[in-house]
């Protein structure tokens, strides 16, 4: 049975504007020690798909359907009690901005221990040497310096590998990272990278990775998962993703990124905007941005068909 199965997840949220659908239908499973990249540009609706996962949308303002199981309990029939046991010693997260996520007021120790005697009903004293531990494990140079400093006094390095701490401090058996590389200049973009990929190896982590890079999804990924308007539009295994892409989307996407060899030659943007999440068209929406565009692509909402086993995409040009 699968770690984790999403099964038409739909999240909406009430705007003075209207209903935003910001995810319309998501559907995949992941198992145990597999890497899936969620990938697509701003606004595709990953994030969303992510922090629905844990259930941290507020209710007040956001609509959520479908089914999330998760070692075969549904967390959308959960009490927040129930989610809150799940968080942490069976699912957690790397947010995008450490400094945002992190408290600023109490120092790197202090916010690992108090997720140790939360989560794990450690005594100060045990949590504090595990919290040493924590920081060993993803290679902090200074580890009793970084237990002692606050969020603003390390670099942004140094405060990602502090929050994946947090993030692996009750040995969860899923990782959900949103972007979690996005705010840090390329040499330690890599280090991070190599550094969740060796854990996610080491400790058996099955792990979704949301990312708008496709280099990264290359580096880390075993499988990928394409959306675009909150829907997925191409599901396959990473290599064959990049051997045979069979959305114009996901097509468009590997033309407007760097690639080997490709000194001297320009990139190819995707023309256009993504549409309003408000007011989606009937069609497929990607066909005003679309260079294969046909009658039936305006009018009728394209279904994941099979390219080959484990590929789908939702695409009319699919035979």
């Avoid at 949220?13 to 992941?30: Q, Y």
């Avoid at 941290?56 to 959308?76: F, I």
């Avoid at 531990?133 to 390095?157: F, K, N, T, W």
């Avoid at 997925?232 to 760097?258: D, K, S």
Wanted: aromatic letters at 4%; one cysteine or more; a neutral charge.
């Amino acid at each position: 049975m699968a770690l984790l199965t999403v099964r038409d997840l739909s999240v909406t949220f009430d705007t003075r504007d209207g209903l935003v659908r910001a995810v319309s239908g998501v559907s995949f499973s992941l198992d145990a020690g597999r890497v899936l990249a969620l990938l697509g540009e701003s606004g595709s609706g990953k994030s969303v798909t992510l922090r629905a996962l844990l259930g941290l949308h507020p209710a007040a303002r956001a609509h959520v359907s479908g089914e999330v199981l998760l070692k075969g309990r549904d967390v959308n029939r959960l009490d927040e009690a129930a989610r809150e046991r799940l968080r942490g010693g069976v699912v957690s997260m790397v947010f995008q901005e450490p400094m945002t996520a992190l408290d600023p007021v109490y120092t790197i120790g202090e916010q690992i221990v108090e997720t140790l005697v939360q989560h794990r009903a450690l005594d100060r004293g045990r949590a504090s040497r595990r919290a040493r531990e924590l920081l060993d494990l993803v290679q902090v140079p200074s580890p009793e310096r970084c237990l002692a400093s606050y969020p603003h006094e390390i670099s942004g390095g140094m405060r990602q590998r502090a929050m994946i701490a947090i993030a692996l401090a009750c040995e969860p058996e899923l990782l959900l990272a949103d972007e979690p590389t996005t705010a840090l200049d390329v040499t330690v973009q890599a280090q991070i990278l190599w550094l969740l990929r060796e854990l996610q190896r080491r400790l058996g982590l099955a792990v979704i990775f949301v990312t708008h890079d496709l280099g990264v999804a290359a580096e880390i990924a075993d499988d990928a998962a394409v959306m675009y308007a909150g829907r997925i539009v191409e599901q396959a295994p990473i290599r064959e993703l990049f051997r045979r892409p069979a959305h114009p989307y996901t097509e468009g996407l590997m033309q407007a990124t760097v690639r080997r060899g490709q000194k001297g030659k320009a990139l190819v943007p995707i023309p256009g905007a993504p549409p309003n999440l408000i007011a989606l068209p009937p069609g497929c929406a990607f066909a005003p941005r679309c260079g294969h565009v046909r009658g039936e692509c305006l009018t009728t909402l394209p279904s994941l068909r099979s390219v080959a086993p484990g590929h789908a995409a939702g695409c009319h040009l699919v035979a």
